[in-house]
């Protein structure tokens, strides 16, 4: 196969598949003028190149396409769903075409009159009836792999010269155009113009290579760093730092041109959602957010397959029917949304839907059917544990496997997958509501952080992501105790189970008495489950090089993998999630165990909370909630640059602003480093600078003091001294960014605030800050787990809501919580990040008492105290 014909394959498998998204967009939208152009240049341009090697019947097919498209760019056509779906039938022709000449390098011989006659009807203006020939399945064809898979370096587009009309050709025989860097469709949910964008192709071969030269490098650099250590020579320090700093900076590098938009997985989705929804006589709403999120191109073609067979169980058998929906209250459209966004090194992937939820009885009914379990057993498992049953391998609830799918057929393979690239899989599902399922991924696979342990004499790496903190056991730590010979600790009034790594690996089968009174132990978490595992020595984290496991020891389930240590020697990478399935270990709290089995994991103000503890401008500590704090950076003195008197520092592609913390700055002498805090949410970021970082700590939030220090939210007693906490919300101001906008304090001691924001940012920003001011705060991050709580019988004084979440809105839930029930008459504040004309009206609409902009606390605390001062019956 030439090159000619390759670049033409690579090319023409990309603009199909944009093809399929701009149709659906088009379909939604008839008039949208500029995604009707790229279609038809798109479709233009695989004709003319067709025309141009040569591909006969490539050119007939696209040729009579082009000609449909045509009168409806022009107008003298109204663009149909039908005439929608004859299109899209062509485009599936011509993949099936394009995938067997790739194959074979030649057209396949083949009939394509029927097809072909339908789309000239269509251009006569005649209509369009009986069913659309198809060249390939109806529901969810199969597109292709390219040639060549590309990545794309963008560079700074040219705006596109105006195209000159086409004029419009008979339909067969078709005429030859000469051939156009095909352009994609503009992405759903747009309406202007499209630009494109010229690329440089690069194979995936050669990028594999620079990854493989970039993993050994590091290898390199840990052994260089390791011989330092130990030899303490000076001399070789500073350039060994800079050589550091350079691997660090060029394995990043590196590490962006694997990195793709988790939008190039769900792309056919939306098709497959159409077929779907037309074979099944169905109404389905496919809602697609945080498509921009990217992660590891590895590790996206892994999730590609469970992702498809988990959004057709939700439309087969998740969504119901439109009577069923009619007849239960809900709207006739389904909805099935897909949400990605990053959390902790992590990639978090939602996939859910309104519709039926699974159904406890059911699946009680088959466990104990299949001989699963007992009776008794199953009367004391909670309602979750009875869920994650649909994950046995061959369990379904559904009544007859369909064609399409079968809840729970296949789930066992979904779940397989996911933990093969150590992710973790959970789900949250209410009868008659919906199901949403929740997938935890890592960012790459190729190299990772990890922590170096010492078991039984031999060393091993866990990866820095499944680590929640180190335990030191005994020696004035936390004891290990013996319940029924199995080991536990007692950490934080949860009773962790342990696991004694060098006996699971039978690496020191009789330990020497008291030998477990020392130690550390890795507390470690698996999906909800939560337990520690015994190691003899901590020694450091290290970027490590992540190797397959070897076939011969692919049985062992507890490794994920090897690598090599900066000293050359190889050990193995444990997995927390074998290590949990071949122990059948694990722990929740007893809090988390009740707001699991309820439907929710809501944080109240009232529990302890993680702190970051740190010093700045004076002796006394200071505190910010850990999950407020995105990064720690250690940044060298030179990476330090100040415009119009603010420091900056570009960071990941962009510049971010410096806040100095000690109320004056002086730059940081030459060779030395600035402890920085990052804080970040979606594109924006605001670096604090700091003198030291002491700990990280649990402790119980009760800030007491005075609240008129600008910058500090009050006094608490933390780890036995006093310590400032911060008002996050102050020093994010002083970035000069749009975080926040300025805005009188009330307290209203002993008042039950219940919290319902899907951000986690802003939880944690608000739920001290309203503490502080007196309230009782519960918060929630969705709508549909704070109704969960008044199905429960909670009782709260005021709701503050967010407008924008997933699933059931702020909109949405004012509504339900007027419609009747116990908070029919609460007090409601609206929060949002929009102000847009009218929006306060359409807040009061839906049932809010009033409205503040997102975040502006001095506002919400306003807001407050006015809200609760109106009797009941407002």
Not at 702 to 707: D, F, L, P, S, Y
Request: proline share 7%; glycine share 10%.
């Amino acid at each position: 196969m030439d090159d000619l014909l390759a670049d033409f394959l690579t090319e023409t498998n990309e603009g199909l598949g944009a093809l399929d998204v701009a149709l659906l967009k088009l379909e939604k939208a008839p008039d949208d003028r500029p995604t009707l152009s790229e279609i038809f240049r798109s479709v233009h341009t695989i004709k003319g190149t067709c025309g141009f090697l040569g591909l006969s019947r490539l050119e007939k097919v696209a040729h009579a396409a082009e000609n449909v498209l045509g009168r409806y760019r022009d107008g003298s056509l109204r663009v149909t769903p039908e005439g929608i779906t004859l299109i899209l039938s062509a485009i599936d022709a011509l993949k099936v075409i394009v995938a067997a000449l790739e194959a074979t390098g030649s057209e396949p011989p083949g009939q394509d009159g029927a097809l072909i006659a339908q789309l000239d009807a269509a251009w006569r203006g005649e209509p369009i009836g009986g069913a659309v020939p198809a060249a390939a399945p109806a529901a969810a064809p199969a597109e292709p792999e390219p040639f060549i898979d590309p990545f794309e370096v963008a560079v700074v587009p040219e705006a596109p010269a105006a195209e000159a009309p086409v004029p419009e050709p008979a339909p067969p025989p078709p005429a030859a155009a000469p051939a156009e860097p095909a352009v994609a469709a503009a992405p759903a949910g747009g309406g202007g113009p499209v630009a494109q964008t010229q690329t440089i192709r690069v194979s995936v071969d050669v990028l594999e290579d620079l990854m493989t030269l970039v993993s050994e490098l590091v290898l390199t650099r840990n052994q260089l760093l390791q011989l330092v250590r130990a030899r303490s020579d000076a001399g070789l320090t500073v350039p060994l730092q800079r050589l550091s700093h350079i691997t660090s900076e060029l394995q990043e590098g590196v590490m962006k041109t694997r990195m793709q938009p988790i939008g190039n997985a769900w792309q056919k989705l939306p098709r497959i959602v159409r077929d779907l929804a037309n074979e099944l006589n169905k109404k389905i709403e496919l809602v697609m957010k945080g498509a921009e999120t990217e992660l590891d191109r590895q590790v996206l073609e892994l999730i590609k397959d469970p992702l498809t067979h988990m959004v057709r169980n939700s439309g087969d058998h998740g969504l119901e029917t439109p009577e069923q929906r009619r007849a239960a209250g809900k709207p006739e459209l389904g909805r099935i949304t897909l949400n990605a966004y990053h959390e902790g090194g992590h990639i978090i992937i939602e996939i859910g839907d309104d519709g039926r939820g699974l159904s406890v009885e059911k699946i009680k009914a088959k466990v104990l059917g299949q001989g699963l379990t007992t009776e008794a057993e199953l009367a004391g498992m909670s309602e979750r544990e009875v869920q994650h049953f649909i994950f046995r391998a061959g369990f379904s609830t559904a009544a007859a496997v369909t064609s399409v799918s079968g809840r729970g057929v296949g789930m066992d393979v979904v779940k397989t997958n996911v933990e093969k690239i150590g992710g973790t899989i959970e789900l949250r599902s209410v009868e008659g509501k919906g199901t949403t399922f929740f997938i935890k991924i890592p960012l790459t696979l190729a190299i990772v952080s990890a922590l170096i342990v010492e078991a039984g004499g031999e060393r091993f790496a866990i990866p820095q992501i499944g680590v929640v903190e180190l335990v030191r056991a005994g020696g004035g730590g936390s004891t290990i105790e013996r319940i029924d010979q199995t080991p536990v600790m007692r950490l934080r009034d949860r009773l962790l189970p342990l696991v004694s790594l060098s006996r699971l690996l039978r690496l020191d089968e009789v330990p020497a008495p008291g030998e477990e009174d020392g130690g550390f132990v890795v507390v470690t978490q698996v999906g909800p489950n939560v337990f520690g595992i015994i190691v003899d020595k901590v020694f450091d984290t290290e970027e490590i090089v992540v190797k397959p496991v070897a076939p011969i020891l692919r049985h062992v389930s507890m490794f994920s993998g090897n690598t090599i240590l900066g000293d050359g020697s190889v050990i193995m990478i444990l997995d927390p999630n074998g290590i949990a399935r071949a122990t059948g270990v694990g722990a929740d709290g007893p809090a988390e165990d009740a707001a699991r089995d309820s439907g929710f994991a809501g944080s109240r103000s009232t529990e302890r909370t993680a702190l970051l503890l740190f010093r700045a401008g004076d002796d006394t500590p200071k505190a910010v909630p850990l999950g407020l704090v995105s990064r720690l950076e250690d940044l060298p003195a030179d990476s330090i640059e100040v415009s119009g008197g603010q420091p900056l520092v570009q960071y990941r592609g962009k510049l971010m602003p410096l806040v100095p913390m000690s109320g004056h700055w002086m730059p940081p002498a030459p060779g030395t480093r600035q402890a920085v805090l990052v804080f970040s949410d979606e594109q924006r970021a605001m670096g604090l600078m700091v003198d030291s970082i002491l700990d990280v700590v649990e402790e119980q939030l009760a800030i007491e003091g005075a609240q008129d220090r600008p910058g500090f939210l009050g006094n608490a007693v933390i780890c036995g001294k006093v310590t400032d906490v911060m008002d996050c919300a102050w020093w994010l101001r002083q970035a000069g960014d749009d975080w926040f906008k300025p805005t009188s304090t009330a307290t209203s001691p002993g008042k039950r605030v219940l919290l319902v924001e899907d951000s986690a940012f802003f939880r944690h920003l608000l739920v001290p800050g309203l503490t502080a001011a007196g309230y009782e705060v519960t918060a929630v991050d969705t709508g549909a787990q704070a109704l969960r709580l008044r199905e429960q019988g909670a009782m709260f004084d005021v709701i503050v809501s967010d407008i924008e979440m997933p699933d059931l809105d702020g909109f949405g839930l004012a509504r339900a919580v007027r419609e009747g029930g116990l908070w029919q008459e609460l007090p409601m504040i609206a929060m949002s990040s929009h102000a847009e004309p009218g929006h306060g009206q359409r807040c009061r609409n839906a049932g809010f008492t009033t409205d503040v902009g997102k975040s502006d606390r001095e506002a919400l605390l306003s807001a407050l105290r006015d809200s609760l001062s109106i009797p009941a019956g407002f």
